[in-house]
T-cell receptor
Framework: EAQVTQNPRYLITVTGKKLTVTCSQN?????MSWYRQDPGLGLRQIYY???????DKGDVPEGYKVSRKEKRNFPLILESPSPNQTSLYFC????????????FGPGTRLTVL | AQKVTQAQTEISVVEKEDVTLDCVYE???????LFWYKQPPSGELVFLIR??????QNEISGRYSWNFQKSTSSFNFTITASQVVDSAVYFC????????????FGTGTRLKVLA
């Protein structure tokens, strides 16, 4: 089944404790992206990657890191989480040409205390 | 700078009514793509349609139709004969292509279809 998977789905952590949210897709897509969703703000793009070893900032990259060592994986790293990073995070991938639709993962709800 | 506006925060309709969701995308780019996504109460994000800035033909797919007018920067989405299952948040999401490939999501319109 074609899908984007994220782990964990729910996470409660404390300020300053490094964490990684994994994202994996099995569709051989080149484009992958991370978003955060906050009430009233819609989805905001954090980082995106157009291919392996190619990443670029979205609109809200501060406090986040990403890496794209393999085509299928695009982990999101919070080196020192803060309460303002409490949010719902979505990973997405898109394939074919770069203008195709994105397929979204199920979301990760992160709470930073 | 690009700006996407979904001015309708929440809309409530009675089942079988038609409803139109508005999206305005302001940009100086001549080439861009516009997407609509749906987020039902279960939380997943589902792709609905993609259009490019060169194609102003309206499109109809079942009960859904889209009207893109480049002159007014509007990309509106109409649901005909709405159903309770259409209740969701709908996002308009332009893709910029001028040097970057960033998506800008609108703030969404919450549609409630009442039985």
């Amino acid at each position: 089944e074609a899908q984007v998977t994220q782990n964990p789905r729910y996470l409660i952590t404390v300020t300053g404790k490094k964490l990684t949210v994994t994202c994996s897709q099995n569709m051989n897509h080149e484009y992958m992206s991370w978003y955060r969703q906050d009430p009233g703000l819609g989805l905001r793009q954090i980082y995106y990657s157009m291919n392996v070893e190619v990443t670029d900032k979205g609109d809200v990259p501060e406090g986040y890191k990403v890496s794209r060592k393999e085509k299928r994986n695009f982990p999101l790293i919070l080196e020192s989480p803060s309460p303002n990073q409490t949010s719902l995070y979505f990973c997405a991938s898109g394939g074919g040409d770069l203008y195709n639709e994105q397929f979204f993962g199920p979301g990760t709800r992160l709470t930073v205390l | 700078a690009q700006k996407v506006t979904q001015a309708q925060t929440e809309i409530s309709v009675v089942e079988k009514e038609d409803v139109t969701l508005d999206c305005v995308y302001e940009t100086r780019d001549t080439t861009y793509y516009l997407f609509w996504y749906k987020q039902p109460p279960s939380g997943e994000l589902v792709f609905l349609i993609r259009r490019n800035s060169f194609d102003e033909q309206n499109e109809i797919s079942g009960r859904y139709s889209w009207n893109f007018q480049k002159s007014t920067s509007s990309f509106n989405f109409t649901i005909t004969a709405s159903q309770v299952v259409d209740s969701a948040v709908y996002f308009c999401a332009p893709l910029t292509t001028s040097g970057t490939y960033k998506y800008i999501f609108g703030t969404g319109t919450r549609l409630k279809v009442l039985a």
